[in-house]
């Protein structure tokens, strides 16, 4: 195992930021750290870095207890959300910087710093001074100042965040691409949902602390393990026993909840006595999204549009069916 977290804990005065956390990570394996803010990704990311030390537990790399050692002996790297980069240097001189102090050769340095500004895309820009570049330029940048170094483990302080939506989308596929042809085993934290389904290998699910379940993508996503996890990954809606029979004609167990994501509503036109109401509408390109009132409660549905397409208005009585629906129950 390339990392194994075992037992850690974490408190900052009598706030208990870390709660009994655990996983081991395999060579090569890209691996997120999801949950909103506050729930202690980033402060577990900074234990394994070496920038925090645990209350308790262990930190393994490379089968050896890294637990107590400072950033610069665990040869572990870090793209931090701000990218860090050393305004008064070009390209090339901020991603030599790290060999230059392990005191390589400068032919060694050109050499190295030439190939990974390849891989990332940017050679073109080596002689460039890094504030005149864009933000998915420093953050090629960044990511190419940390890899040059060969660490054993590569982690991301949701490195994403000050992209704009298409910059986030390219940079996004530019890492999955790096991690896969270099291979370097990664640790990812985000709060975007989206980024950890689409790079990740295994996601583990964190609230309040404490790892809530660990799995792959689709696994995390389609069978989750509590309702907090079917409403943070999924944005699920949840129906109790009489809603389900009513809206959907599923019968479920009084101790059962039934789960539904949005993209599994459709709506028609409402003309019975179970019929709700449009009460907010967004149209967002390839779907829209509604927010539907039924008889008190609010439904999230989303829609994915089609040119031609008739779309709901707020104020349209509407009536919910599922598709494509294969049923997911959650004990209360």
């Known amino acids: 195992m390339i990392l194994s977290v075992k037992n850690i804990s974490k408190e900052f005065g009598t706030q ?3 709660d009994n956390v655990n996983f081991e990570l395999s060579k090569g394996e890209f691996f997120s750290l999801l949950g909103p803010s506050g729930c202690g990704k980033t402060t577990l990311l900074r234990i394994i870095a070496g920038l925090e030390f645990p209350t308790s537990g262990v930190i393994e790399l490379n089968g050896k207890d890294s637990s107590g050692l400072p950033p610069q002996k665990r040869n572990v790297g870090v ?4 990218y860090a980069l050393f305004p008064n240097m070009t ?4 991603v030599a910087y790290g060999l230059e102090v392990r005191k390589f050769s400068p032919v060694k340095i050109r050499e190295r710093v030439s190939e990974v500004l390849e891989k990332v895309r940017i050679s073109h820009k080596t002689n460039s001074n890094v504030t005149m570049l864009s933000g998915g330029e420093q953050q090629r940048v960044s990511l190419a100042r940390v890899i040059v170094t060969e660490p054993d ?3 991301f302080d949701e490195p994403l965040s000050n992209l704009d939506y298409a910059l986030r989308l390219e940079a996004r596929n530019e890492i999955k691409r790096l991690q896969r042809d270099i291979g370097i085993t990664s640790v990812y934290v985000t709060h975007d949902q989206s980024e950890a389904l689409a790079l990740s ?3 583990a699910v964190m609230n309040s602390g404490k790892v809530i379940q660990i799995g792959t ?3 995390v996503y389609l069978k989750p393990a509590d309702r907090f996890i079917a409403e943070f990954i999924g944005h699920s809606n949840f129906f109790n026993t ?3 029979v009513k809206y959907f004609s599923i019968k ?3 101790d059962e909840t039934l789960s539904v994501f949005p993209e599994e509503i459709e709506l028609s036109s409402g003309n019975g006595m179970d019929e709700c109401r449009v009460t907010d509408a967004q149209f967002a390109g390839a779907f829209a999204e509604y927010v539907i009132d039924c008889e008190g409660r609010e439904v999230k549905v989303l829609a994915y549009f089609r040119n031609g397409g008739k779309l709901n208005s707020i104020g349209d009585k509407v009536c919910m069916k599922l598709v494509n629906y294969e049923k997911r129950l959650l004990r209360k």
């Open 91 to 94: 390209v090339f001189q901020n």
């Open 242 to 244: 009489e809603e389900a």
């Open 16 to 18: 208990k930021a870390l």
């Open 252 to 254: 479920i167990g009084n």
């Open 79 to 82: 793209v931090f959300q701000n």
């Open 217 to 219: 993508p689709e696994e």
């Open 153 to 155: 483990l590569l982690l």
């Open 201 to 203: 290998d295994r996601i």
